[in-house]
């Protein structure tokens, strides 16, 4: 649409989304000579990046009106950063919604195309510039890279413009506006219009200009689109290259095309060709090397625009990888070969500026997807800067390029009813705004060779004009599928995606469909929601890969928590959620659900999937190691299998190898060790490493390990007493002592359990133990309202009482049992017995019997409370990284340690975390080695070890909500449940990882010094 009367109306009417806005095209560069192509920085281009002025506005009625007028002078305006968001820069506030519109309850708003009049922020941009002498000679563009939600542009108080979609490019001409010297230009951004009903993502509602904005201008003959298609034969060897351009300017002249390898060969080329307004070239290439995300090889394509002298006008540097993405016999197929996505979604996001993210952002990302085998990412659930499908291309990475589409809360309503007014269903006042987007999308993307799927959008349920939008995907583009989550909940037009594609479908859904004659291939665009401590199970969703050919992989959610960086009351920096800026409504602190934490670090889920998403599985056994190499292109001589052997977690040797598998295969390597090893426990491990580096990690980095846990048995030998000392016994009317040389422990009557324990008379508890059955819980315990089910277990931590109390003396032993009674039943009972040894140590034994009609427990252990100045710790058991009963595939055995406040994960919502599986012994120390050493006596157990209790960490809903340290908090336990995360908002834990309550639960170990010399 062209108009030169900007409208406020625009706002609220549908059809219309753009004024005087460019036509879409391809995000190519172009220069003016071979040596300013090499620079890589475009010289007939100006950022506007930096300081501009500003006013900030309630509604539209207090916004500055005229402000784009010349006689207006806003120079006196304050300061705003562009690019950035209005709402992190101290105007207005930031908003977080998954679901619901951000004005609901707010706003007299029902019912779509409607928007809030009383508070629709507007902010007033004003930038006076002058243009540089580059760009003086030709037609001058403005172009903004993202503005949220819908803007309207002035240049020297002439109107220019008006577009809406939020992360689509906005492109307008200047030409007849500019003038010499100082310009001035206007730009009024609303946060609120039409476009967001057609935004509503799981995201922070911000607004403003957050992506760069810059003027560009082009040479006489300028090639304004290009699309770059390889199509290879049946043999995935040889290519027709077809480069369809679309020029503008004088057609005088000619084009010519040189295609080059990576180290600058030519391997084809078209000579000139007279010059089109639309144009074909193409080159016959033969042997070519494939890009895949295993080797994302790229060649360069340089196209030549000359006048009609011969002199070169215009040079296009273009990527290009070959490559055939296609669905064959029901399987989406890479270069013929069935593909496994091993993917997570990601929304642009950085803690303090929000979804205006800077390439060295985008740049950290990527090499973290590498290095954590991730090989697959969604743009949940809009386009993203264009750099980074360069990265993408250029580090291997696949991707499925997302429409801005999400309606959802115009259809998942509480009550279960889809309403009529559900978007964009087959309503035509909205179908060509968002074609426009789908255009926008593929028009500027077609030519990242990563994109291997185009998404019609998210959630925004079916109908007409999505199906549209999906046809329109197939004629503009053949060399890609298309995708649609939301035909699972309205079939009407199942054709509209090439893929079943589900969210938070459970393992056995998904076997369900998979085993019933399925008509497409399967893949979970979002699965294994992290939220928090999460991520347990997700073993069960990565088994079916080598279980069913149509099973092709899925999509964490999600990549990078939400969350926003702020100050409390008292000046300290903390991440905030939603509801912390008064924001409402709101969806608390459901935003952080990355697997990376918001300041960019990662969390201790990523252990768990880099481990399930490698594609060289390492099968260890106690004489060698199958080597399987699932990637489908490479071999494996980019790495070095390294080896080592250690006994009780001790290494004894370490060795390295060149094994070649070729892609697909599976070869099983020999390992020979000494059949006279010492008695112990060993492990064996395997690690396959890059053996060159690499752009995203240095030589030596691991992609892949394995391990396999063996014991060798001792050569039974007749044993020698030990001498013994003497131990006295010392009964007081309230208390028992026992106490040696350099050793004492008093056992309380009245306070019913283990009062003292000292070593050369320093007291190393602070409390009396006591069996525990809480844990903090996690957003997944929340989310199925696991504390309304078991929160009893809660009452029985806090309540217990001691009903009897048992006094055994030996020669050389004495035990004191104590029986708890729990505050559920007569019947529940726990007993503790600590049996004290001339050799100085205790052995305690901590047995529930169970019960019948109780709910699960969140965990059977005994809590140990020690001084904080024992504030690190050293264990051999699983790690490095926390684990749990369902989220320990990833964790290895092997001795860590680790400082005690570093053991609290950074969850936003504090929460349980910091757990061991297989513990074999700890040591909990101060700063000079000394502590106390727990020993697992029948079978290993479960630690958590923390500055604060479960209780504290459940009552505090931010972390600068937690007390100061006191003390060091040891929870040895036989088990704890699992952590989930088919969802967080009903799905349980997995009943494998549940603790029955009606089940005997034991566990057993020893209590001793800690020495300097502890292995």
Request: hydrophobic share 35%; net charge negative.
């Amino acid at each position: 649409m062209n108009n030169d009367k900007p409208d406020i109306s625009w706002l609220q009417d549908p059809t219309i989304f753009r004024v005087n806005r460019l036509d879409a095209h391809s995000d190519h560069s172009y220069y003016t000579s071979d040596a300013e192509a090499k620079q890589g920085v475009m010289q007939l281009r100006q950022s506007l990046n930096g300081n501009w002025k500003f006013s900030y506005a309630r509604n539209p009625q207090s916004r500055v009106k005229d402000f784009y007028q010349m006689d207006v002078d806003c120079r006196c305006w304050e300061d705003i950063k562009v690019p950035g968001h209005i709402q992190l820069q101290g105007y207005g506030r930031p908003q977080y919604s998954n679901l619901t519109y951000p004005w609901d309850g707010n706003s007299e708003v029902n019912h779509p195309p409607q928007i809030p009049q009383d508070y629709n922020p507007v902010g007033s941009y004003v930038n006076y510039f002058t243009v540089n002498q580059e760009l003086q000679t030709g037609s001058l563009y403005l172009s903004f890279q993202g503005v949220e939600s819908a803007f309207f542009v002035w240049l020297n108080g002439r109107f220019i413009g008006y577009s809406e979609s939020s992360f689509n490019p906005a492109e307008f001409a200047l030409s007849d506006a500019i003038v010499k010297g100082i310009n001035k230009l206007a730009v009024e951004v609303y946060q609120r219009s039409t476009g967001s009903w057609l935004e509503d993502q799981d995201f922070w509602r911000f607004s403003g200009i957050f992506r760069d904005v810059y003027l560009y201008t082009t040479p006489p003959i300028h090639i304004f689109d290009l699309f770059v298609k390889t199509d290879l034969d049946h043999t995935y060897r040889n290519a027709e290259l077809k480069i369809d351009l679309k020029l503008q300017g004088e057609k005088k002249g000619n084009v010519s095309a040189v295609l080059c390898d990576h180290l600058g060969n030519e391997v084809g080329r078209v000579p000139e060709s007279k010059i089109q307004e639309h144009m074909q070239l193409r080159i016959h290439c033969r042997d070519v090397r494939l890009w895949s995300a295993e080797e994302p090889y790229l060649y360069l394509l340089k196209l030549i625009v000359r006048d009609e002298r011969g002199q070169i006008i215009e040079i296009v540097p273009q990527q290009v990888g070959f490559r055939k993405f296609e669905i064959k016999e029901k399987q989406m197929c890479l270069n013929g070969k069935r593909i496994v996505f091993k993917g997570v979604n990601r929304h642009e996001f950085d803690c303090r500026r929000g979804r205006s993210v800077t390439r060295q952002d985008m740049l950290w990302d990527i090499k973290f997807l590498k290095q954590h085998n991730i090989n697959a990412v969604r743009t949940s659930h809009y386009p993203n800067q264009s750099y980074w499908y360069q990265l993408c291309d250029e580090y291997g990475v696949y991707v499925i390029d997302e429409n801005n589409l999400e309606t959802h809360g115009t259809w998942q309503l509480h009550n279960g009813t889809v309403p009529e007014y559900v978007l964009p269903g087959d309503k035509p006042e909205w179908h060509d705004s968002v074609l426009d987007r789908a255009r926008s999308l593929l028009e500027r993307d077609k030519n990242h060779p990563s994109v291997l799927i185009w998404s019609c959008g998210n959630e925004s349920y079916g109908g007409k004009t999505i199906f549209d939008v999906s046809e329109y995907f197939r004629k503009a583009d053949s060399s890609r599928i298309v995708h649609y989550e939301g035909i699972f909940h309205d079939r009407t037009y199942n054709a509209t995606s090439d893929i079943e594609s589900r969210m938070y479908a459970r393992v056995e859904e998904i076997k369900d469909y998979l085993e019933n004659d399925p008509e497409k291939p399967y893949i979970s665009c979002e699965y294994m929601h992290a939220m928090g401590n999460s991520c347990g199970g997700f073993h069960e969703y990565t088994a079916l890969e080598d279980q069913y050919p149509l099973y092709q992989g899925g999509f964490i959610w999600d990549y990078i928590d939400q969350f926003l960086m702020t100050k409390n009351r008292y000046g300290k920096r903390v991440l905030a959620y939603g509801g912390d800026f008064d924001d409402r409504p709101n969806d608390d602190d459901f935003c952080g659900d990355g697997i990376v934490y918001a300041e960019r670090s990662p969390s201790p889920k990523v252990q768990e999937i880099k481990y399930l998403y490698q594609n060289i599985k390492l099968n260890v056994c106690r004489d060698g190691v199958e080597v399987k190499n699932q990637n489908l292109f490479i071999d494996t001589s980019g790495y070095e299998l390294e080896y080592s052997l250690n006994r009780e977690g001790q290494e004894i040797m370490r060795h390295r190898l060149l094994v070649v598998v070729p892609a697909g295969k599976s070869q099983f390597v020999q390992l020979r060790f000494s059949d006279q090893l010492p008695a112990g426990e060993y492990t064996l491990n395997a690690a396959m490493k890059l053996k060159q580096s690499t752009r995203w990690a240095d030589r030596g980095y691991p992609v892949a390990f394995g391990q396999f846990v063996f014991q060798q048995q001792a050569t039974p030998t007749a044993t020698k007493p030990s001498a013994s000392r003497t131990m006295d016994v010392i009964h007081g009317t309230f208390n028992l002592g026992v106490r040696t040389d350099h050793f004492s422990v008093i056992f309380s009557r009245e306070k019913k359990g283990l009062l003292s324990l000292r070593y050369h008379g320093r007291e190393f508890l602070k409390q009396v133990p006591m069996p525990m059955f809480w844990r903090a819980l996690t957003d997944n315990d929340n989310g199925c309202r696991f504390g309304y089910q078991s929160g009893l277990w809660l009452q029985a931590s806090l309540f217990q009482r001691c009903i009897k109390t048992r006094i055994v003396e030996e020669k050389d032993a004495v035990t004191v049992v104590y029986t708890y009674q729990l505050p559920l039943s007569n019947q529940a009972t726990v007993d503790v017995s600590y049996t004290v040894r001339p050799e100085e140590t205790i052995d305690v034994s901590v047995d529930y019997y169970g019960e019948q009609g109780l709910p699960d427990l969140p965990m059977f252990g005994i809590l140990l409370r020690m001084d904080a100045d024992f504030n690190q710790f050293r264990y051999y058991g699983k790690g490095p990284e926390e684990n749990y009963s369902d989220r320990n595939s990833g964790a290895r055995l092997g001795i860590f340690e680790k400082k005690v406040v570093d053991n609290v994960s950074k969850y936003a919502i504090p929460q349980e975390s910091g757990n061991r599986t297989g513990v074999r012994w700890v040591n909990v120390l101060d700063d000079h080695g000394e502590g106390l050493r727990f020993e697992a006596l029948d079978q290993p157990f479960e630690l958590g070890i923390s500055p604060f209790t479960a209780f504290e960490l459940q009552n505090a809903r931010h972390v600068d909500e937690l007390p100061e340290i006191h003390y060091t908090n040891v929870t040895l336990a036989a088990r704890q449940m699992g952590v989930g995360g088919d969802d967080s908002w009903g799905a349980p834990v997995h009943q494998a990882y549940h603790i029955d309550a009606s089940d005997h639960l034991h566990f057993a170990f020893k209590i001793r010094a800690a020495c300097p010399d502890d292995q």
